[in-house]
Nanobody, 122 residues
Framework: QVQLVESGGGLVQAGGSLRLSCAAS????????MGWFRQAPGKEREFVAA????????HYADSVKGRFTMSRDNAKNTVYLQMNSLKPEDTAVYYC???????????????WGQGTQVTVSS
């Protein structure tokens, strides 16, 4: 069982930056693929980024490429999402997810966090 806790959300002006963190429990964190998703009000949850268990291969949604960077620190059981040049349309609840298979892309994620709110004002 893996528990995921997101943090780092908040209110920021357009053009600003935030760094989200996702802390994971469990000694097998280093073998899990990790992902970030988001859900805006009235919309379905959408993929943002995902990385392999080593962090050596990371995929991004087209909408965030060049602005967001996902990274992981397996020694700290934590993944990060650095978000730069934020836009109002990035406003959403951001969730992290984990999958025991360790590789991307992932079809069905095993574990989800509770989410952290990101609000970008214009």
């Amino acid at each position: 069982q893996v528990q995921l806790v997101e943090s780092g959300g908040g209110l920021v002006q357009a053009g600003g930056s935030l760094r989200l963190s996702c802390a994971a429990s469990g000694r097998t964190f280093g073998s899990y693929a990790m992902g970030w998703f988001r859900q805006a009000p009235g919309k379905e949850r959408e993929f943002v980024a995902a990385t392999t268990y080593t962090g050596g291969n990371t995929h991004y949604a087209d909408s965030v490429k060049g602005r967001f960077t996902m990274s992981r620190d397996n020694a700290k059981n934590t993944v990060y999402l650095q978000m730069n040049s934020l836009k109002p349309e990035d406003t959403a609840v951001y969730y992290c997810a984990a999958d025991y298979r360790g590789v991307v892309p992932v079809r069905n994620w095993n574990y989800w966090g509770q989410g952290t709110q990101v609000t970008v004002s214009s």
